[in-house]
């Protein structure tokens, strides 16, 4: 086969977290092959939930516009115990760092429509649907793909092939790599609804922890609510899972066949899991193939979505550059523990809620109404900094997520989010004006970056996000990778010089 028949990338799976990777590369000029077995979009809700982290990677993915018209913020998540008492409560906030909302309620299938209308329109981007990825083998500098499609096999061949594939991968099967299973896991229904009428739910997300029935009830995006009802010990799943006793359950919540279209109701089994190997040569796992979690914290589609964004750039700068491959090495040794300890935050939090026993419950609402009586709210769960890879250590707020402000750039009409007006990609954010050597200010540019003065006298910093990141951390500059975390920051001009030198050594020159 020669090389002009390879495409860069053929993901297989056309979910959010297959979707967003292919627009991520195909923005950046790769030419991507999305696979995909369903022949039409997934229609039934699972995710409710992302953060503004995950916000401002689909805002990277092209479909930012679209975000407001299909989420609402969520400000509070709170758990009550049966009697109502308040064990935890989290204050999410309005605004994240990121420049979204903290938390935003959604319907899963209304975002894959976004993603996908920009997958069929983008010319690097072939979908195929109704094509099922089979098996694959590869050599030093390709991958062959066997897909089926109407019967008939024929193979796919790319420099790399990431398998988005969901929790049944066939790409994870063929890889086979050992998996951490915490042993964590439940049944429960899961009842969407559209609501006829708008109703007032308040708290608009909240956690039941009543043993007798532990339930969650949360908004599922504008006019839709989701249920969540666990399955207690002895009942069957396959029983509970009937639209008329899914009825009867909503039925203490004024919502009934009168006020309300039920949109579904499915049973569904939990777990903690993740493979502890997402990479075998040029074939790569990414979202659910790779990982598993409880969706107490709504972090699945999250975590998915921060996969895709660290891989995009660094498969993008392998393709570039072939020599600098020991770079994808460094997305198992970010993401792997991330993902990990995100999974370990819901796993604490479903502890909380699945206790069907009254005693063991009763001595958590002792021991956790103490602890909340005083009111006070913790602050919405905050993303563990990338803690190894690339990244400059020793500097303040290395690996932690930078912020996103708005700015306004002299002669432009009006205020926008950081990103829309530069682009997201390697962004060496500087505080006002700052000399640097031309050699590795070009290189920098080689490899896509770009210096942002933020106060120079062009580009305002129209809310003051920056000027309180930059005092807060006694910085003047930070460098920001293209997944929106911190490589480092310097306190002056020679260690901006300094870390840009760093960045290229880590990069392979
Ligand atoms: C009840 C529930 C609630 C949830 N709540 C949240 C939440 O609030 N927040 C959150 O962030 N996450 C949540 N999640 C998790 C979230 O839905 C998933 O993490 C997310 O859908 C994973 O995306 P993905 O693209 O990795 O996989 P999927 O969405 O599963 O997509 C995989 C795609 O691959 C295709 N495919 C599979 N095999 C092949 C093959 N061999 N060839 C070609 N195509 C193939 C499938 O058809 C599918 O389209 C929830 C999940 C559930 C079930």
Redesign the pocket.
Known sequence: MSAVDLDDVVV???????SGLALLLADRGRSVVV????PEA?PLP?????DDETARILQACGVGDALPGLSEPADVYEWRNADGLVLLRFALGEQGASGWPSANMFN?PDLEAELHRRLVTHPNVTLRRA???VSFDQDADSVRLTVRCAGRDEVLAARFVVG???????IRRQIDPPVEDHGFFFDWL?VDVELHEPQVFDPVNLQVCDPTRPTTAVSGGPGRRRW?FMCLPGESLDSLDEVARAWELLEPWDVTPQNATMVRHAG?RFSARWATRWREGRVLL????AHLTP?FA?????A?LRDAVNLAWKLDHVLARPEAEALLATYETERIPHAAQVIQFAIDLGKVICVPDPDEAAARDAAMSAAAADGTATPGPAMPPLEAGILAPGTPAVGELFVQGRISRQGSEAPARFDDVVGAGWRLVTDGPIGLPDGPVRWFGSIGGAVVAIGAPDTADVDGTYRRWFDAHGVVAALQRPDFHVFGTATDEAGVTSLLDELRRRLGG
Do not use: L, W
């Open positions: 297989v799976g056309a979910g959010p977290v297959g696979v995909e077995r369903h997934y699972r995710a409710v939930h992302f899963q094509t099922e990825a988005c594939d969901g929790a049944n991968s066939t899961i969540e569904y990414a979202g659910d193939a969706p709504g972090q699945g589609m999250c998915g």
